[in-house]
């Protein structure tokens, strides 16, 4: 418990723990509706994980209408509509140029400062901080919430408490923990009655059993390839089933076949330990889910262009046009110079063998993994390596209009800490901001009705 007189100017304060993008949003906001604001930050200064999104260039938002925008948060976006009725994204992209910030949009509705430099939102954000009397204390690390008679009274340091009629907590997820997202506020929310869902990495690169294979072929980026993720082990996929269109969350998916998790066209890479890149990232919280519940495997189509008809005449082609050159010198057509030693290794076939005589069932084998490389998922990496954290505060205590807890007056939650994620193309920075953007107004009409 806090122990200060009930009538005191701190009793009307509103408290944000936690200065990233929503927090920062929440603050700026709830002041410039009128109330006394704290921001808490336990690093040594805002902004963290803004400064080193969208590869340090800040990818903002989406230049997608609201119905697509939604659906890139899969069920949990419905949670959104009131949060994006009243700030969305002309109205983030406004307030940034009143702030000096402006924005181009790029390939995919990705939307960016036209500086390609992040610090400059931060800049901007502590601008307005400033502008509207935000008290911000850094290296603050906040320890708990302090409730009297079941409303927040404050909250509690490793220095001093502070007191508040009313705490928005804008603690992050527990990704990129060097930016003080190190999951705190699952924590005391949880200590507060508040249910957790599972904490689960999104937007992470996966671990494969086979991994002396990808570190043979690591470095080597793949552009313009089909990778399908399947329920079952590699063996038994059918890359019969392998969809010709992307198939995932925002995208259609009435015609998912049973054993097809998600399937997507682009880019993507060989690590040490497995698999990486845009497309692999997109696809990586429907695999890990799909882990929980039996073995999962992909398959890379490396020439997704071509049937597999197609590649087959292609094939003889080359190797009748070419055949006296060795095995090693027709595979450099086709494949990137690392893989192709590894393809040797896989197809049995030797490397100096002429191609006029390579057999039709040793090019069967080629053609085979040509259009379903396959591998088995062994798990994501950490969830401190992951983009995003998916799980997090239940929305279903969460009053979407408000932000407010449903469990505890006086508190309110915004940014990733709740069990909101998306894809990446700037989705997970726009439901921070609108729902600090929403946080903050809320909180400070409580603390000014008292």
Same mark, same amino acid.
């Given at each position: ?65 609201? *119905? ?8 949990? *976006?419905? &949670?959104?509509?009131?949060? &994006? ?68 009274? *404050? ?63 690591? *470095? ?9 993720? &399947? ?145 088995? $998922? ?19 205590? $969460? ?12 508190? !309110? !939650? ?37």
């Amino acid at each position: 418990m806090v122990d200060v007189p009930n009538h005191s100017k701190e009793t009307r304060r509103v408290i944000v723990v936690g200065a990233g993008a929503s927090g920062m949003m929440a603050a700026g906001r709830a002041a410039e509706r009128g109330a006394n604001v704290l921001l808490l930050e336990k690093t040594d200064g805002p902004g963290k994980k803004i400064l080193i999104s969208g590869k340090r260039r800040c990818n903002l938002t989406n230049a997608r209408d609201l *119905g697509d925008f939604i659906s890139m948060y899969g069920p949990n *976006g419905r &949670f959104l509509h009131s949060a &994006f009725r009243r700030f969305f994204r002309d109205d983030l992209l406004a307030f940034l140029g009143r702030c000096g910030v402006e924005t181009k949009v790029e390939r995919g509705g990705r939307i960016f400062p036209v500086s390609d430099d992040a610090a400059d939102v931060v800049r901007a954000f502590r601008r307005y901080l400033k502008e509207q009397l935000v008290e911000v204390h850094t290296g603050a690390d906040v320890t708990g919430i302090a409730l009297r008679d079941g409303r927040i009274e *404050g909250v509690r340091t490793g220095k001093v408490p502070f007191p508040a009629r009313a705490v928005i907590m804008a603690t992050g997820g527990a990704t990129w923990p060097a930016t003080g997202s190190t999951g705190d506020g699952y924590r005391m929310a949880a200590a507060l009655g508040h249910t957790v869902t599972k904490l689960r990495p999104a937007l992470v690169p996966l671990v494969v059993a086979e991994v002396e294979r990808t570190k043979s072929m690591q *470095g080597v980026s793949l552009k313009n390839v089909r990778l399908t993720a &399947f329920r079952g082990a590699a063996a038994t996929i059918d890359s019969a089933l392998t969809p010709a269109k992307d198939l995932g969350r925002g995208l259609d998916t009435k015609k998912r076949r049973s054993s097809v998790i998600e399937s997507r066209m682009g880019e993507m890479l060989f690590t040490h330990f497995g698999i990486g890149g845009p497309i692999t990232l997109l696809m990586s919280l429907a695999v890990v889910d799909a882990l929980a519940e039996g073995p999962v495997s992909v398959s890379i189509d490396l020439k997704p262009a071509l049937s597999v008809d197609a590649l087959r005449a292609r094939l003889q082609g080359d190797f009748d046009r070419s055949g006296k050159r060795g095995f090693r010198n027709l595979l450099a057509g086709l494949l990137p110079r690392k893989m192709i030693e590894p393809f040797i290794e896989m197809t049995g076939i030797p490397p100096d063998r002429p191609g006029h005589q390579i057999t039709a069932g040793e090019r069967e084998r080629l053609l085979f993994l040509l259009k379903s490389l396959r591998f088995t $998922i062994k798990g994501p990496l950490p969830l401190t390596s992951a983009i995003v954290t998916a799980g997090g505060v239940s929305l279903k205590e $969460i009053d979407p209009r408000t932000m407010a807890s449903r469990l505890v007056p006086g508190l !309110f !939650f915004c940014g990733e800490v709740m069990d909101i994620d998306a894809d990446t193309g700037g989705y997970n920075l726009q439901a921070a901001f609108s729902t600090g953007f929403v946080a903050g107004e809320e909180a400070a009409a409580l603390v000014q009705g008292f």
